[in-house]
């Protein structure tokens, strides 16, 4: 397994495997910004198999975390459609300490603010990523916790929550599939334990598959999940229903991202479930 090293900045966090010039990923953290991961490469290549900004949908970034209806504020469009801006909030983030790095181990943390359009703080947020480089594949795992000071109340929303933007194009295909089988548009806010896009991304020869894991320790496990006709997929407990975190009360996720840089058979894909499903609890 490779080892990896750790380059920071002020408001981001490189990796890169030992020798190489090319991060495996970047962190990105900017002043009044949403933090995401973008990009991430192939694993051994240079190819991203992320996306920042399409066309499409302009406020989305690589690898991030997005929600709709926060105490009936958005989090998710940025601002970006004029009919809606005003009810959008804003973001705030800072890296969490200095990231740590051992053999193939990285990471690092990222508390975020968001703030009601007034500039009024609504909720604090948490990222914790712990990167592992297993040669052929990566594995990304993210403890994603709110803090609320005052109640919050997340409404019920077709998305919202951890989601993964990939460089789709319809002219040169892909697909979406999850754990109970459904593929496609047959995917979309259906319940699975993982769900997964396999795809071509310019720079790279053949297929690449992104596999994003839902914890069983999570609310409303097998949680739904948004699968876009783009091929985004995220995790989505608002999917199912409206949910609340008290004044001075906390809720966190787990998620695993695993990175393949060509197809793998579904029991693999189990296999790696099955190893990320017996760490700890959320």
């Given at each position: 397994m490779p080892d990896v090293i750790?380059?920071?900045g002020a408001d981001r966090v490189s990796v890169f495997r030992t020798g190489?010039?090319?991060p495996v990923l970047v962190?990105?953290?900017?002043?009044d910004r949403r933090p995401y991961i973008h990009p991430i490469v192939v694993?051994?290549?240079?190819?991203?198999v992320t996306e920042d900004a399409p066309a499409h949908h302009p406020w989305q970034h690589g690898l991030y975390v997005g929600l709709n209806d926060v105490n009936g504020i958005g989090f998710w469009m940025e601002g970006l459609r004029p009919e809606r801006a005003d009810q959008d909030g804003t973001f705030h983030p800072r890296l969490l300490g200095a990231p740590r790095v051992e053999g193939n181990l990285?990471?690092?943390g990222v508390s975020t603010e968001y703030r009601y359009p007034s500039g009024e703080l609504l909720l604090r947020e948490t990222q914790e990523w712990e990167f592992a480089d297993h040669g052929d594949w990566y594995d990304l795992d993210l403890t994603l916790t709110f803090h609320a000071d005052e109640p919050v109340t997340f409404g019920q929303y077709a998305y919202g929550g951890l989601f993964l933007r990939m460089p789709y194009r319809a002219e040169a295909g892909g697909t979406a599939f999850n754990s109970a089988g459904q593929s496609g548009p047959e995917a979309e806010g259906q319940r699975a334990t993982w769900a997964a896009a396999r795809m071509p991304v310019p720079g790279h020869e053949g297929d690449v598959l992104v596999?994003?894991?839902?914890?069983?320790?999570?609310?409303?496990?097998?949680?739904?999940?948004?699968?876009?006709?783009?091929l985004g997929i995220g995790p989505s407990v608002?999917?199912?229903?409206?949910?609340?975190?008290?004044?001075?009360?906390a809720r966190s996720f787990r998620h695993r991202v695993a990175v393949y840089g060509e197809p793998v058979a579904t029991p693999v894909i189990e296999e790696n479930w099955t190893s990320f499903s017996k760490r700890g609890s959320a």
């Open positions: 750790i380059e920071t190489s010039s090319t962190q990105n953290a900017a002043a694993p051994g290549g240079t190819a991203a990285a990471t690092w596999v994003v894991m839902d914890h069983p320790s999570n609310a409303e496990h097998p949680v739904p999940w948004r699968v876009d006709n783009e608002c999917v199912a229903g409206a949910w609340r975190i008290g004044a001075g009360e």
